[in-house]
């Protein structure tokens, strides 16, 4: 019989083994002492977090019959271990992603009248549950809203915002969050010291970074590259199965891009390929580094977790780069490294990504005034022009900023869209120093294009759409593309499709025909 996986090996058998995720499983726990438990919970978060693992739990926990309500679940007596069997008749798992009709919840509807056949709740754990049809939705809600006393149901979604309100009023929500770095490396440290393996910390830390907040994926991560017991994993060996470049090869490659050098970077990417690296975890890697360099720049090298000596190297490196092109090199990276989809010539993405940060942004197009726009110069404000430092006359000038009229639609427009595309994360932090509430609003908008004299932003719920649109707050974000680009626009905010694709009428597209052609052979790059 196969050996069992480690990350089923490893499920927690106690909310005291959840890792990560305390701020909910002490809500359960006090919930389940004072024997106030909601006959509705709706689980979300990222993949591997612990949301089916902790509706298990919850359906132990109800049905344990331990005395002592703190001690539940005791994994010791019958409904317990029967669950830990997946004996247990009334633990219902039901899997949205393959009973998306409503026929399967009416089903689901006329078996909840009969009580329970061992345990004192039927606990219906519904897994991905955002897959579920419209009318699938509709047939669940009156259930929800009025179950019987004996059941008790829990939904489970990576994509929260795919569930409707209606069903979301009638559920007790819990958001699961990623798991930290340190967590992640002490679990995993765990499991090897119990398991006998041998493998090096900086191994644990590297499996725990791969992992990405997801303890399933970590200890999966872990199973793969150990192949045999008596063998100590090292570092080396763990980015070789794991198709990591070393670290020291990835800072080699950001020495080459701040020091221009665009054949020594193209080198180092073909070594790093040609050497087994996965080119998206490449890229992603690549990101990570020059996301620590801008952390460094910033704010304070403290922020980034690990050894001083790391900091510091981190630190020097943010003196070599200018801000502006370090968050270039960021955007263009990591849509390098989101693009990949493989091909003949897996490199080809982080190629064209190095040679279009290392090119020289061309002039701004030479534009005839308009006559309801004055013409303006394209040149940024030195900061020290900029808005103003203190809080009360950031407020001020936002209040005083004159607001232009809105051009008729269908006209040229008067400003490049694609500048304020690549300036948008200085934008965001520009409005934030006049209203520290709109940044978060303007996470969920996209550039969309400029007409005439409206720059167009997309959303998709009129929620956002109202919020944005609000005039005290179109005026702060208008005001904040003044200051950086010294262009008066009007802000329009459109409802899009989920799923659509941002439309851009200028774009920045270098002149080289290396990009071209490689726009034209795989469409890594965004057009």
């Not at 439309?503 to 790059?525: F, H, Q, S």
Request: some cysteine.
């Amino acid at each position: 019989m196969p050996e069992q996986a480690l990350y089923l090996k490893w499920r927690p058998l106690s909310f005291d083994d959840v890792v990560g995720q305390q701020h909910i499983t002490r809500t359960l726990r006090n919930a389940l002492i004072r024997e106030r438990v909601r006959h509705a919970y709706l689980f979300s978060g990222p993949r591997g977090t612990g949301k089916t693992t902790t509706a298990r739990l919850l359906a132990k926990a109800v049905n344990c019959k331990h005395e002592d309500p703190a001690g539940r679940p005791c994994n010791a007596c019958a409904n317990c271990a029967a669950i830990n069997g997946a004996r247990f008749l009334d633990l219902i798992e039901i899997d949205a992603a393959s009973h998306t009709g409503v026929d399967d919840v009416r089903e689901l509807r006329d078996k909840i009248a009969f009580t329970p056949g061992e345990g004192a709740y039927k606990v219906y754990i519904i897994d991905e549950v955002h897959r579920f049809s419209g009318n699938a939705f509709d047939a669940l809600l009156k259930t929800l809203e009025e179950p019987p006393d004996h059941a008790i149901f829990v939904l489970a979604t990576t994509e929260i915002d795919k569930v409707p309100a209606t069903i979301k009023s009638r559920c007790l929500q819990f958001e699961f969050r990623r798991v930290s770095l340190k967590e992640l490396t002490e679990r995993l440290s765990t499991i090897a010291e119990s398991e006998g393996l041998s493998i090096e910390p900086a191994a644990l830390d590297l499996i725990a970074r791969q992992g990405a907040g997801s303890v399933r994926d970590s200890i999966s991560l872990l199973d793969q590259i150990v192949t045999d017991p008596d063998e100590t994993v090292s570092l080396a060996l763990a980015q070789d199965l794991l198709g990591t470049a070393n670290s020291l090869h990835i800072r080699d490659l950001i020495d080459a891009l701040a020091d221009e050098d665009v054949g020594r970077g193209i080198h180092l990417i073909n070594a790093a390929v040609d050497g087994g690296s996965d080119p998206r975890q490449f890229g992603q890697q690549i990101v990570t580094y020059l996301r620590n360099v801008m952390l460094a720049q910033t704010a304070s090298a403290a922020l980034i977790e690990g050894s001083q000596e790391e900091q510091a190297l981190y630190a020097a490196m943010a003196q070599r780069f200018d801000r502006a092109r370090l968050l270039k090199a960021i955007r263009a990276f990591n849509a390098a490294a989101n693009q990949y989809t493989g091909g003949w010539q897996p490199q080809l993405a982080l190629e064209l990504a190095l040679i279009e940060i290392a090119q020289e942004a061309p002039p701004p197009p030479q534009t005839a005034p308009s006559e309801q726009q004055p013409a303006v110069s394209r040149r940024p404000r030195p900061r020290s022009e900029r808005a103003p430092e203190t809080t009360a006359d950031a407020s001020q000038a936002a209040e005083d900023y004159k607001r232009v009229a809105a051009s008729a639609p269908g006209e040229a427009p008067i400003y490049p869209v694609a500048k304020i595309h690549e300036g948008w994360i200085e934008i965001l932090t520009q409005v934030h120093r006049y209203n520290r509430s709109i940044p978060p609003l303007l996470e969920h908008a996209r550039v969309r294009l400029i007409e005439g004299n409206r720059l167009i932003l997309g959303v998709q719920t009129e929620f956002f759409q109202q919020k944005i649109a609000d005039p005290a707050r179109s005026r702060v974000i208008e005001q904040a593309i003044f200051d950086l680009h010294e262009v008066k626009l009007r802000l329009e905010v459109r409802v899009v499709e989920a799923g659509a694709e941002a439309v851009m009428e200028e774009t920045a597209a270098p002149d080289d025909p290396l990009i071209a052609a490689g726009k034209a052979l795989g469409g890594v790059l965004d057009e």
